[in-house]
């Protein structure tokens, strides 16, 4: 898409002159598109618990309440939902704060990685536990890397417990480390439902969950995870990527530049 406007016009007997500059502006155009879309998204995502809020609190008001087995299922029901609304909007927030920053915001410092994945376990053990998931740390001791820690730490809280949730009972996550000249990465590999060809990429897009109406109704989530691990991982000069075998389970890998220590 290009759009024009004309900076000079001179005429004289033997000429005229006429300059334009051609912009071009597919990629804003493709940018508000995407947060055009992002807002409507959202909007549609946050009406859903609040419709169902003060739906089943209307009902409770104009005579359900009287029950106590409908009043106990509604007002869970509106707990459910509460909660529901509390992880969208903070999603929806993280990522407008993770855009709204400038790729140089960064406040690197040097993390020694095996130990923050033991941290990050011990947050996790309890919802691994509830499925029997085994939480394994594979980094060798005194791995030191540069980075920004609070945007790593949310980065792999996120893959883990993702790895956790699309796990099956009795499973296992794995964290590993791997290094080279230019580059370290780190790998979390899970032993889940794994994630057919065709979605592999779209589950980075913001919103979006594999076969809705299978896992969605077991398991509870934003659909904004993953986008917003990507967004972390770009603004570290990173990459993202994943491998997966539906049934087996998926690994997701994380790459960033070494920077010097
Ligand atoms: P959420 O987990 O809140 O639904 P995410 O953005 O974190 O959202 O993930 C998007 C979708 O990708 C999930 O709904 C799920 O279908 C799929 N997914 C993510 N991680 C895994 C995983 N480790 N194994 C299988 N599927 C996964």
Aim: net charge negative; proline share 2%.
């Amino acid at each position: 898409r290009v759009e024009a406007s004309v900076i000079y016009t001179s005429t004289t007997e033997d000429f005229f002159q006429i300059l334009v500059l051609l912009y071009d502006v597919t990629e804003i155009y493709a940018v508000e598109k995407m947060q055009m879309d992002f807002i409507s998204n959202a909007s549609h995502e946050l009406k859903t618990p609040v419709t169902a809020i003060a739906g089943f609190a209307e009902t409770l008001l104009s005579g359900a309440k009287d029950d106590p087995k409908t009043l106990n299922e509604f007002l869970e029901i509106i707990q459910r939902e509460s909660k529901r609304l509390t992880e969208l909007i903070q999603d929806v927030l993280s990522i407008s704060r993770i855009e709204s920053q400038s790729l140089s915001d960064q406040h690197l410092s040097s993390i020694e990685l095996s130990s923050m994945i033991d941290e990050q376990i011990s947050v996790l053990r309890q919802i691994a536990s509830m499925k029997n998931v085994s939480l394994i740390n594979n980094v060798p001791k005194n791995t030191v890397q540069k980075s920004d820690e609070s945007k790593l730490v949310e980065v792999l809280k996120n893959l883990m417990s993702n790895a956790i949730k699309y796990n099956r009972e009795g499973g296992q996550v794995e964290v590993s480390y791997q290094s080279g000249e230019q580059n370290w990465s780190l790998q979390v590999t899970d032993t889940g439902i794994g994630i057919a060809k065709n979605e592999q990429s779209r589950i980075f897009e913001r919103f979006y969950r594999v076969d809705a109406s299978r896992t969605q109704q077991v398991v509870s989530g934003t659909g904004l995870g993953l986008a917003i691990v990507s967004e972390l991982v770009k603004s570290l000069h990173g990459q993202i990527s994943v491998t997966s075998q539906r049934g087996v389970g998926s690994t997701f890998t994380v790459t960033f530049p070494t920077q010097s220590k």
